[in-house]
Nanobody, 115 residues
């Protein structure tokens, strides 16, 4: 069982920035594929960014150029740097950990962008 815990959410004004963190347990964190997803009220959960165990990244078109996913294997942590936030980014952000056929989700952290 892998424990996944997000942090760093909060409320910001449009144009502001936030940095989300996701800590995952395990001695083989470097083997995990990690992703950030988000879900706004009444909408489907969607992929925001993904980073493979090898460091390859993928972004949703709506966030590409504004968000950056990265990982620090020494800290068992993946980050999502979010810049130039807009109200459309308001959602609960979830961290997902994938190891082989196993998938683990965090409980989410709220991000609210409003003026």
């Amino acid at each position: 069982q892998v424990q996944v815990v997000e942090s760093g959410g909060g409320s910001v004004q449009p144009g502001g920035s936030l940095r989300l963190s996701c800590a995952a347990s395990g001695s083989i964190f470097s083997s995990y594929a990690m992703g950030w997803y988000r879900q706004a009220p009444g909408r489907q959960r969607e992929l925001v960014a993904h980073i493979s165990s090898g460091g390859s990244t993928t972004y949703a078109g709506s966030v590409k150029g504004r968000f950056t996913i990265s990982r620090d294997n020494a800290k068992n942590t993946v980050y999502l740097q979010m810049n130039n936030l807009t109200p459309e980014d308001t959602a609960v952000y979830y961290c997902r950990c994938t190891w082989g056929s196993n998938v683990y989700w965090g409980r989410g952290t709220q991000v609210t962008v409003s003026s």
